[in-house]
Nanobody, 127 residues
Framework: QVQLVESGGGLVQAGGSLRLSCAAS????????MGWFRQAPGKEREFVAA????????YYADSVKGRFTISRDNAKNTVYLQMNSLKPEDTAVYYC????????????????????WGKGTLVTVSS
């Protein structure tokens, strides 16, 4: 069992940056792939970024590639999402997730290769 708690969301102007954090409980954090997903009002949840258990492989949605960076610190049981050059269309609730997915195809569509989910943190980007 893994419990995930996101933080770092907030209101930012277009072009600005935010860093989201996701703290995980449990001793098996390093065995899970971790991902960030988002859901905008009236839209379905979508994949944003994922990182392998070792941190050696990362995956991104085309809409955030080059602007967002996912990373993890297994010693701190934490995964991060650095978001730069934010756009109003990035406005959403961002969710952290953990699971055994292994490739982009796993992450890109439900159930996203993930088994555990946080409650989310709201990111609002103003124009």
């Amino acid at each position: 069992q893994v419990q995930l708690v996101e933080s770092g969301g907030g209101l930012v102007q277009a072009g600005g940056s935010l860093r989201l954090s996701c703290a995980a409980s449990g001793r098996t954090f390093s065995s899970y792939a971790m991902g960030w997903f988002r859901q905008a009002p009236g839209k379905e949840r979508e994949f944003v970024a994922a990182i392998s258990w070792s941190g050696g492989s990362t995956y991104y949605a085309d809409s955030v590639k080059g602007r967002f960076t996912i990373s993890r610190d297994n010693a701190k049981n934490t995964v991060y999402l650095q978001m730069n050059s934010l756009k109003p269309e990035d406005t959403a609730v961002y969710y952290c997730a953990a699971g055994y997915g292994t490739n982009y195809s796993d992450y890109a569509s439900p159930p996203y290769g993930m088994d555990y989910w946080g409650k989310g943190t709201l990111v609002t980007v103003s124009s």
